[in-house]
Nanobody, 115 residues
Framework: QAQMVESGGGLVQPGGSLRLSCGTSMNIFSFGRLGWYRQVPGKERELVAYILSNGLTNYADSVKDRFSISRDGAKNTMYLQMTSLKPEDTAVYYC?????????WGQGTQVTVSS
């Protein structure tokens, strides 16, 4: 069954950058909208950004001007470039369709922003 696979997380200092990757066995352009989500223990998963099939993007206010979502058709991969990271960006990051499809949730990738 198709599932998303996230990678690229890690430990980074405040102000640093990371690039997350999202792979899938499905053609990423077959999704009308693809999104990045994040979840902190004890809180609901939140949508961070999404990209439409035509390339238009949308961001949560908390990450606007710091994060950038993109796709590479040749690699069938979606990315989330994160800059100027803050401790409050610490979370497990997931990718999925937007709105999400339950069986597509992957394991996520942990991002920790700490000095």
């Amino acid at each position: 069954q198709a599932q998303m696979v996230e990678s690229g997380g890690g430990l980074v200092q405040p102000g640093g950058s990371l690039r997350l990757s999202c792979g899938t066995s499905m053609n990423i352009f077959s999704f009308g909208r693809l999104g990045w989500y994040r979840q902190v223990p004890g809180k609901e998963r939140e949508l961070v950004a999404y990209i439409l099939s035509n390339g238009l993007t949308n961001y949560a206010d908390s990450v606007k001007d710091r994060f950038s979502i993109s796709r590479d058709g040749a690699k069938n991969t979606m990315y989330l470039q994160m800059t100027s990271l803050k401790p409050e960006d610490t979370a497990v990051y997931y990718c999925n369709s937007q709105p999400p499809v339950r069986h597509l949730w992957g394991q996520g990738t942990q991002v920790t922003v700490s000095s």
